[in-house]
């Protein structure tokens, strides 16, 4: 079993940053992928960024969010620039056997921490 938990979510005004953490528990987190997905109000939960080996990003957040992970402290993170208001979401931490975009591919979740960009 692998728990998540994530942190740093909040309110940014459009073109700022945030970095969200999702610390693991757990002493095979380095064998995991780890994903980050998110949901907004009314849509389907979507893929943004995953690691494993490399670093994978979807097409809308590619060159603006950087995902990265310290085995050492069982923690993967988002930095995200550039924030547009379309970023707007729930923001899940994943942890699963591969790096891929299917959410439901993926084992374990955490219970998702709000981001919000103003205009």
């Known amino acids: 079993q692998v728990q998540l938990v994530e942190s740093g979510g909040g309110l940014v005004q459009a073109g700022g940053s945030l970095r969200l953490s999702c610390a693991a528990s757990g002493r095979t987190f380095s064998t995991y992928a780890m994903g980050w997905f998110r949901q907004a109000p009314g849509k389907e939960r979507e893929f943004v960024a995953a690691?494993?080996?490399?670093?994978y990003y979807a097409d809308s957040v590619k060159g603006r969010f950087t995902i990265s992970r310290d085995n050492a402290k069982n923690t993967v993170y988002l930095q995200m620039n550039s924030l547009k208001p379309e970023d707007t979401a729930v923001y899940y931490c994943?942890?699963?056997?591969?790096?891929?975009?299917?959410?439901?591919?993926?084992?374990?979740w955490g219970q998702g921490t709000q981001v919000t960009v103003s205009s």
């Open positions: 690691i494993r080996w490399s670093a």
């Open positions: 994943a942890a699963g056997p591969e790096a891929i975009v299917v959410a439901r591919a993926w084992s374990y």
